[in-house]
């Protein structure tokens, strides 16, 4: 149920940071939504074992268990960074508004990738990073930050369409095989 | 099947050699008619509502709203009409014709049967590969775009292949939707980058603090 938390709680504060009212404490609903993803994360990786949820479209493995104990403490800390940088320079206040979503957007779909082993739901995912992280990258607004922002995307697209072409010659290759495939690592293993 | 993947390779041909983003839309807009088409005759009849997601993913999205889109931000900017995806040259039209050989050769070798499906490889491994030739070759935002949406349906044409899996309808949904957030961003990037990219010798503009 907690690995749920771990994209329920992004999900739920990327609404309410919406409000106006939070828009102006954006950075510290960023900072407390880190700390709960990670306290999730960190009961997830502490937990003996996770029953699979949604007919084993997310399974919270040994691998999993290790990058969700990594990256989210990571992001929790970059979030404690912006807070402080808010609070010392108000001019980067106006932006939060804008970067709070995608960050926390960010942090639902990395979630996502690590506890997904549905190889199309996690190539969702992933390119859901990709969408989220080109705004942060532009947030300056300068010609040279769009440039690289649209670098950033173009490349990534680029990379995933292959990466699904590669997702597509695996079914194949196994469907020939003989199994069913069903797009599971399980599946790929047998 | 034949003369609709015949007729998708001259929609992917043919904006090569007409220098004019308009001809590029058009391209762009007509492989995803003719591929919705494709789906209709591989899967018909449609019994889920996976099947349908997908097939208006290609005829409503790729077909119409994707160009449409493109059209309106271009058409905004007042863009001039020329424009080359590849370098207007002998070598860069021999390159492609190449490339389209190379693919029906490559085909011939991946499916050993000549048929329909050995044609829908070839078609599209030369729409990946044409595709990744104007991203090679051009540097503006435009035609890296139009590079980058070419592979896209080059991969999508590609799917339609082989045996058909049957996606779930909210992960054919996620697919459509991933789509269609990154054209919308592309839309965007267009509109603030201009077609040409920025100007050069711009003044640069004053960078505030970073986080």
């Given at each position: 149920?907690?690995?749920?938390?771990?994209?329920?709680?992004?999900?739920?504060?990327?609404?309410?940071?919406?409000?106006?009212?939070?828009?102006?404490?954006?950075?510290?609903?960023?900072?407390?939504?880190?700390s709960?993803?990670?306290?999730?994360?960190?009961?997830?990786?502490?937990?003996?074992?996770?029953?699979?949820?949604?007919?084993?479209?997310?399974?919270?493995?040994?691998t999993?268990?290790?990058?969700?104990?990594?990256?989210?403490?990571?992001?929790?800390?970059?979030?404690?960074?912006?807070?402080?940088?808010?609070?010392?320079?108000?001019?980067?206040?106006?932006?939060?508004?804008?970067?709070?979503?995608?960050?926390?957007?960010?942090?639902?779909?990395?979630?996502?990738?690590?506890?997904?082993?549905?190889?199309l739901?996690?190539?969702?995912?992933?390119?859901?990073?990709?969408?989220?992280?080109?705004?942060m990258?532009?947030?300056?607004?300068t010609?040279?930050?769009?440039?690289?922002?649209?670098?950033?995307?173009?490349?990534?697209?680029i990379?995933?369409?292959?990466?699904?072409?590669?997702?597509?010659?695996?079914?194949?290759?196994?469907?020939?095989?003989?199994?069913?495939?069903?797009?599971?690592?399980?599946?790929?293993?047998? | 099947?034949?003369?609709?993947?015949?007729a998708?390779?001259?929609?992917i041909?043919?904006?090569?050699?007409v220098?004019?983003?308009?001809?590029?839309?058009?391209?762009?807009a007509?492989?995803?008619?003719?591929?919705?088409?494709?789906?209709?005759?591989?899967?018909?009849?449609?019994?889920?509502?996976?099947?349908?997601?997908?097939?208006?993913?290609?005829?409503?999205?790729?077909?119409?709203?994707?160009?449409?889109?493109?059209?309106?931000?271009?058409?905004?900017?007042?863009?001039?009409?020329?424009?080359?995806?590849?370098?207007?040259?002998?070598?860069?039209?021999?390159?492609?014709?190449?490339?389209?050989?190379?693919?029906?050769?490559?085909?011939?070798?991946?499916?050993?049967?000549?048929?329909?499906r050995?044609?829908?490889?070839?078609?599209?491994?030369?729409?990946?590969?044409?595709?990744?030739?104007?991203?090679?070759?051009?540097?503006?935002?435009?035609?890296?775009?139009?590079?980058?949406?070419?592979?896209?349906?080059?991969?999508?044409?590609?799917?339609?292949?082989?045996?058909?899996?049957?996606?779930?309808?909210?992960?054919?949904?996620?697919?459509?939707?991933?789509?269609a957030?990154?054209?919308?961003?592309?839309?965007?990037?267009?509109?603030?980058?201009?077609?040409?990219?920025?100007?050069?010798?711009?003044?640069?503009?004053?960078?505030?603090?970073?986080?």
């Open positions: 149920m907690s690995s749920l938390g771990l994209l329920v709680a992004p999900a739920m504060e990327n609404v309410v940071v919406w409000l106006r009212v939070l828009r102006a404490r954006a950075s510290l609903v960023l900072l407390l939504v880190a709960v993803v990670t306290v999730f994360a960190i009961a997830q990786a502490l937990s003996p074992s996770v029953p699979p949820a949604f007919g084993g479209t997310i399974v919270v493995d040994a999993s268990r290790l990058f969700l104990a990594t990256l989210n403490p990571i992001f929790l800390a970059v979030c404690v960074y912006i807070h402080n940088r808010v609070a010392h320079s108000p001019v980067l206040l106006g932006r939060m508004g804008r970067f709070v979503p995608c960050a926390l957007t960010f942090l639902l779909s990395c979630n996502a990738v690590l506890i997904s082993s549905h190889l739901v996690l190539w969702i995912a992933l390119e859901v990073t990709t969408l989220s992280a080109c705004p990258i532009a947030i300056q607004g010609p040279a930050a769009r440039q690289a922002s649209f670098r950033y995307l173009l490349f990534s697209f990379a995933l369409g292959l990466v699904f072409l590669g997702v597509l010659c695996a079914s194949r290759g196994l469907a020939s095989a003989g199994p069913p495939v069903m797009f599971l690592p399980d599946g790929l293993a047998q | 099947m034949n003369p609709l993947l015949i998708l390779l001259g929609v041909l043919l904006p090569l050699f220098a004019s983003w308009r001809a590029s839309l058009l391209g762009l007509g492989q995803g008619a003719l591929m919705a088409l494709v789906l209709y005759r591989v899967a018909h009849p449609l019994h889920s509502a996976a099947s349908w997601l997908a097939l208006l993913d290609l005829a409503v999205l790729r077909g119409v709203l994707v160009p449409l889109v493109l059209y309106r931000v271009l058409r905004a900017r007042n863009t001039r009409p020329r424009n080359d995806v590849i370098p207007p040259n002998l070598i860069s039209w021999t390159v492609a014709i190449a490339m389209v050989l190379v693919s029906f050769s490559f085909a011939g070798t991946l499916v050993a049967a000549s048929g329909e050995q044609t829908l490889v070839a078609v599209s491994t030369s729409g990946l590969m044409l595709g990744l030739l104007v991203l090679s070759t051009r540097s503006d935002p435009l035609s890296q775009v139009i590079g980058a949406l070419r592979v896209e349906n080059a991969i999508a044409l590609f799917e339609l292949g082989g045996e058909r899996h049957e996606a779930q309808a909210l992960v054919q949904l996620g697919l459509s939707a991933a789509f957030g990154t054209v919308v961003l592309f839309a965007r990037y267009l509109h603030t980058l201009g077609s040409d990219g920025p100007a050069v010798g711009a003044p640069a503009e004053a960078e505030g603090p970073t986080l």
